[in-house]
Each structure stands twice: as C-alpha cells, then as structure tokens.
C-alpha cells in the first residue's frame, strides 16, 4: 500500500480515516493532528508550560515527543509508585528507565521531575494499599488517588498552567464504557479532553492524545525510535479495562471507526447539552415569540412550529382529518 500524500510505502493504514500514510507523513500528521485538538479543546498555548505525567510507556513518552517537536514548554514527570513484576523484578525502576533513556537519547535539555513515593510518603504504594484495604483487592483504587494528589501537588507547585497525560482514544472509550455500564453519570461528566483548573486548586487536566487509537500511538513511537516499557503495570491483569478494550476492539473490527464515533458523539451530546441535567442548566432559554414557553431555539419554540406545520399542510390538503389544538397558546 502507498502513502496517500508521496509514492513512499506505507507503513499504517487508518481505516477510520481511510487514509494510509508513509513514516514522514505520519509523523507529520500525528504532530499535526495534537496540535488541532490542542486549540479545539482549549488545553494551552505557546506560552504556557506544561506539566506531562511520564508512565515510561508509549502513550506518555509519545506525547512527550511531539509536544517538545511542536516547541511547547513540556517537562516530564515520573512517579515511582514501587510496584514490582511478580517475579520480584521492578517494574516502577524499568518504567523510570525508559523515561530516563528517552530524555538522554530524544531531548537531552527536557526536564524529567521524580518522585518517589516510598521515599516522600513512607511506602511504597502496594504496601500503602495494602494496608489501606486491610490486604484486600487489588491497589487501583489507592494508586489512582496517589497519582492524582501527586500529579497536582507537582503541578501547582511547579506552577505549570497545565498538565498533560498520554490518555489514548482507546483508554476514553473503555472508562466511558465502564461509566455507562454503571450509570455513574458524575463521572461521565468529568471525562473530557480539557477538565479546567478549579479554585480549589485543582490543575487543568488535559489529553491531548485522546483522539488517537493505541495502535496509532504505538506506531509514533515505533518509527520515531522511543524505546518504551512494553509490559502493563503488574496489577492490571484481569483488570475490567482490559476487558472493555477488548470488547470495543471486537466492535471496531467488524464496524471501522465504531471507537472514534463513540467518543466523539458523547463529546458532541455533552456539548449539546443532551446528557446531563446539569449540563441543561447551562443552555440559554428565552421566550418563545408565540406562546411565551421557554425554549432554546430561537423565534418559535418547537412546539409553534411543529403546529405550523400541522396547519400548513392541512391548508394544502384539506381532507387531512386531523384535529386542531384548541389553542395555539395552550
Ligand atoms: Fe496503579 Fe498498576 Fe493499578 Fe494502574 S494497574 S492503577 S499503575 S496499580
Ligand atoms: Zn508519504
Ligand atoms: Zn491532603
């Protein structure tokens, strides 16, 4: 297969995009792409510096790359949580590895910030989940929150108008698939591509990468030479995200694109209001010219309309049988 824009031999072919691309071409479109979703979700500009958070895997170290090859102001940063292989093997020490040899081999002047949970905290994070859980289940749930308050605490105090995590088309879609599974709406609507600072003091979240298969980020890193860790966090076998992924991996190999249509149409849903009473409340009202109902169209509401209609046609052909309201304005 050929690449669409030179006579080069392709090395990925995007169904969704129909569009299959040689390794200048797809890196100059990836880069180009971050950048278009980087001014549509309002995440930063030129002038801001940002904080990305650096797993040593391929979605974070990708980002990272094309960041700092689009001239933003990017510094990494690393949490060793401590986690081992079952082997006894570090897991945390081989990701922070990759980290370190992506910055010495890719972009020898970018700043990699470190923090080592047991040193800074007192233990490391297995252990603090497991007594946290009193030695029950699995330590997600302790990690996600230890990652979370590091993340900010880093952050804010680094002062970075924004912070960055290498979240992939393919992780949106299987949170947002365990969120409708369970209905847990409040957390629908939180998962956004741009999550603003809050006063309380909570830093601007943002995915610049969240329009992207895995695949497609995993192909970035390839052809640009970033070595990454290739093995998932230990804990993570059996985890329901793995399960999601590969149910809506199934779904977009019988149906090209299913992934990306999902996510962008609860994107457009939640921009349009259409999914959460909260969201409503954010929808300007006014008068109707007719009847006076509120309504968010403007001149006639829908209910005028749709009996201007009615009206219409029924002056067209008279042999409508169908019943007048007794009031336009009732
Ligand atoms: Fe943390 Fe590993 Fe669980 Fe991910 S899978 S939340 S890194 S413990
Ligand atoms: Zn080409
Ligand atoms: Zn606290």
């Known amino acids: 297969m050929r690449c669409r824009k030179c006579t080069e031999q392709a090395i990925i072919n995007m169904r969704q995009h129909k569009l299959a691309l040689c ?25 801001d510096r940002v904080l990305v958070a650096v797993s040593g895997g391929k979605d974070s170290l990708a980002l990272w790359d094309v960041l700092l090859s689009l001239g933003y102001q990017a510094d990494g940063m690393y949490i060793h949580l401590g986690i081992n292989y079952t082997d006894g093997e570090s897991y945390s020490d081989e990701s922070l590895q990759k980290a370190q040899t992506f910055v010495e081999t890719h972009w020898p002047d970018a700043r990699l910030h ?4 047991a040193a800074r905290y007192g233990a490391p994070l297995p252990q603090a989940a497991r007594i946290s859980n009193r030695g029950r289940g699995k330590p997600c749930s302790v990690c996600g929150l230890v990652k979370r308050h590091v993340m900010n605490r880093v952050a804010r105090e680094g002062e970075y108008a924004a912070l960055a995590t290498g979240h992939n088309l393919d992780d949106e879609v299987a949170v947002l698939m365990s969120n409708l599974l369970h209905w847990q709406t409040g957390y629908q609507a939180r998962q956004a591509p741009t999550l603003p600072s809050s006063q309380l003091g909570l830093a601007k979240k943002v995915k610049p990468f969240c329009r992207f298969y895995e695949r497609e980020t995993a192909a970035y890193a390839l052809v640009q030479g970033i070595d990454y860790v290739y093995e998932e966090c230990p804990h993570s076998v059996g985890s329901k995200t793995i399960h999601y992924k590969e149910w809506l991996n199934q779904l977009e190999r019988e149906s090209p694109g299913a992934k990306l249509q999902f996510y962008l149409c609860f994107l457009q849903a939640k921009k349009e209001g259409n999914l959460f009473p909260q969201f409503q409340d954010q929808v300007t009202l006014q008068a109707c010219g007719r009847c006076g ?10 209910f005028c309309r749709l009996w201007d209609r009615v009206t219409h046609t029924q002056v067209l052909e008279p042999a409508t049988t169908g019943q007048m309201p007794e009031s336009k304005n009732t």
């Open 114 to 117: 470190v923090v080592d949970v």
């Open 23 to 47: 390794k200048r071409h797809y890196v100059e479109w990836i880069q180009e792409q971050t950048q278009r979703f980087i001014e549509k979700y309002e995440m930063f500009t030129p002038q």
């Open 293 to 302: 109902q509120p309504t968010s169209a403007p001149g006639l509401c829908a």
